[in-house]
């Protein structure tokens, strides 16, 4: 059984940093390209960033790019997501994708 379990969130300053985790079991987490969504109080799913299976390339939305970073660790099977110069903006649940596959989320909340 696929489980994706993120973890990580939680309050922080505008300008503040946090790091995401998402350990994944239940599949092989190495052949699989993996994503980052979230979703903000009242919005839509916004896709945030994706990785392929190697780690060798990664995309990211207009929003966070140069500031959030993804990475994953395929001998642990966990996916990561550095955020960085955090703006209210960004304030949203989080959640790790892989294939039909989702977590739970994790609550980012970035305020003074």
């Known amino acids: 059984e696929v489980h994706l379990v993120e973890s990580g969130g939680g309050l922080v300053q505008p300008g503040g940093s946090l790091r995401l985790s998402c350990a994944a079991t239940?599949?092989?987490?190495?052949?699989?390209?993996m994503s980052w969504l979230r979703q903000a109080p009242g919005k839509g799913l916004e896709w945030v960033s994706a990785i392929n299976s190697s780690g060798g390339n990664t995309s990211y939305a207009d929003s966070v790019k140069g500031r959030f970073t993804i990475s994953r660790d395929n001998a642990k099977n966990t996916l990561y997501l550095q955020m960085n110069s955090l703006k209210p903006e960004d304030t949203a649940v989080y959640y790790c994708n892989a294939l039909q596959y989702w977590g739970q989320g994790t609550q980012v909340t970035v305020s003074s």
């Open positions: 239940g599949f092989t987490f190495s052949s699989y390209a």
